[in-house]
C-alpha cells in the first residue's frame, strides 16, 4: 500500500502557551499531507479541480495520541484507506520526524463532486486519474 510523507515545521503561531500545536491545526496538516500525496503520484489536487472535481470533507476524526511541539518537525504519513463509489477516505499518521514517535492519527472521508455540489461517480472519473487512484487503494 502506498504512503507519502509529508515534513511540517510547526510555526509558534501554531501552538498553545505550552508551546504544544492546537488541537485543530492537525486537520490542516491532514491537507498538507493529502495535497502532498496527489503531487507524488504526479496527479496534483489542483489539475483534478481545474477538471471540474472537488473533494470536500464529508466526515473526519483525529486521536491524540502525544503532543506535536513548536519546531519539532512532523511527518505527515498518508494513505488512501478507502475508495468506493464517490467516496475516497484517507489514514493520516502523525509522525515526530526525529524518531517517528506516533503523536496522532486520523482520518477524512471525501466526496468526488462537481462545482456543482452534485456526486460524480469514480467510474465517470478522467482515466488517468482512476488509473492512480487503482495503483494506490487498498484491496
Known amino acids: 500500500m502506498y504512503k507519502h510523507d509529508a515534513v511540517v515545521r510547526p510555526r509558534y503561531s501554531e501552538t498553545d502557551q505550552m508551546g504544544v500545536i492546537y488541537h485543530g491545526n492537525y486537520y490542516m496538516w491532514f491537507e498538507v499531507g493529502r495535497s502532498d500525496y496527489f503531487r507524488s503520484l504526479g496527479y496534483a489536487y489542483k489539475r483534478l479541480e481545474q477538471e471540474g472535481i472537488i473533494l470536500p470533507v464529508v466526515e473526519s476524526s483525529c486521536r491524540y495520541i502525544k503532543p506535536a511541539m513548536y519546531d519539532e518537525e512532523v511527518l505527515i504519513r498518508t494513505q488512501v484507506e478507502l475508495q468506493k ?14 524518531d517517528e514517535e506516533l ?6 472521508l471525501h466526496a468526488f463532486v462537481g462545482r456543482d455540489l452534485k456526486p460524480i461517480r469514480f467510474k465517470a472519473l478522467s482515466e488517468e486519474f482512476r488509473a492512480v487512484i487503482e495503483r494506490v487503494k487498498p484491496d
Do not use: C
Open 85 to 98: 463509489g464517490i467516496r475516497i477516505g484517507f489514514k493520516y499518521e502523525v509522525l515526530r520526524k526525529e
Open 103 to 108: 503523536l496522532a492519527e486520523g482520518r477524512t
